[in-house]
């Protein structure tokens, strides 16, 4: 997506069971990150950062 003009703005949040410390060395190109099994509270959270307000 981000290659792409029209897609490179959208926010990317990854949803992935592997391990912490793997995931923030790779989450640096997205948005954010949730780890499974997630809430619907930290989804949430994570959305708010995104679009605050």
């Known amino acids: 997506m ?6 490179r703005d959208i926010p990317v949040v990854v949803m992935t069971s592997l391990l912490e410390y793997v995931v923030k060395e790779r989450a640096g190109r997205f948005r954010g990150y949730l780890r499974k099994p997630f809430r619907e509270a930290d989804l949430m959270k994570v959305i708010g950062n995104i679009f605050p307000g």
């Open 2 to 7: 981000a290659a792409n003009d029209k897609h």
